[in-house]
């Protein structure tokens, strides 16, 4: 299922998980939780179908998904976070700088930096949005939710 760039799915962390998913989420999505706790998004491509690549510079918009908590992590090719001098690897809810109208803006690129910024590296990432304790309409219905927007923004 799908929210634009943001795919998930339905029964994954259910007793309705086939054998196949079960162990997709044990090799790539490590102590997962149940939908009712939390649903996962994951992007590997922008807004406009073109796969995600560190030579190029992204910018993640939006208004707080409807949850409680919510974060957007970047994942190299071996589902691990990737290595950068800075040591950021996600942005949250609680730790994002918005403007004045509470919306956000994230860049996502090899030298993204600053509270808003996800350094990638160069290579293939995925990048996973979590939304913990979702509202009754997300889980109801993931792929109409109001999830934030994914825009390539340069290439090198």
């Given at each position: 299922?799908?929210?634009?760039?943001?795919?998930?799915?339905?029964?994954a962390?259910?007793?309705?998980?086939?054998?196949?998913?079960?162990?997709?989420?044990?090799?790539?999505?490590?102590?997962?939780?149940?939908?009712?706790?939390?649903?996962?998004?994951?992007?590997?491509?922008?807004?406009?179908?073109?796969?995600?690549?560190?030579?190029?510079?992204?910018?993640?918009?939006?208004?707080?998904?409807?949850?409680?908590?919510?974060?957007?992590t970047?994942?190299?090719?071996?589902?691990?976070?990737?290595?950068?001098?800075?040591?950021?690897?996600?942005?949250?809810?609680?730790?994002?700088?918005?403007d004045?109208?509470?919306?956000?803006?994230?860049q996502?690129?090899?030298?993204a930096?600053?509270?808003?910024?996800?350094?990638v590296?160069?290579?293939?990432?995925?990048?996973?949005?979590?939304?913990?304790?979702?509202?009754?309409?997300?889980?109801l219905?993931?792929?109409?939710?109001?999830?934030?927007?994914?825009?390539?923004?340069?290439?090198?």
């Amino acid at each position: 299922m799908s929210d634009g760039p943001w795919k998930t799915s339905l029964t994954a962390g259910s007793t309705e998980s086939s054998p196949y998913q079960r162990a997709s989420v044990a090799v790539h999505g490590l102590f997962a939780l149940n939908r009712s706790e939390a649903i996962y998004y994951t992007a590997s491509t922008d807004s406009d179908g073109h796969a995600l690549d560190g030579h190029c510079r992204y910018e993640i918009t939006g208004r707080d998904p409807d949850a409680r908590w919510w974060s957007i992590t970047a994942y190299g090719p071996d589902d691990y976070l990737i290595p950068n001098p800075t040591h950021r690897y996600s942005v949250s809810k609680t730790a994002i700088a918005r403007d004045s109208s509470g919306n956000f803006a994230v860049q996502v690129g090899t030298d993204a930096a600053g509270a808003n910024g996800i350094p990638v590296g160069q290579g293939r990432f995925t990048l996973t949005l979590r939304l913990y304790n979702p509202g009754p309409g997300v889980v109801l219905d993931p792929a109409h939710a109001a999830l934030p927007a994914l825009k390539q923004v340069s290439c090198s």
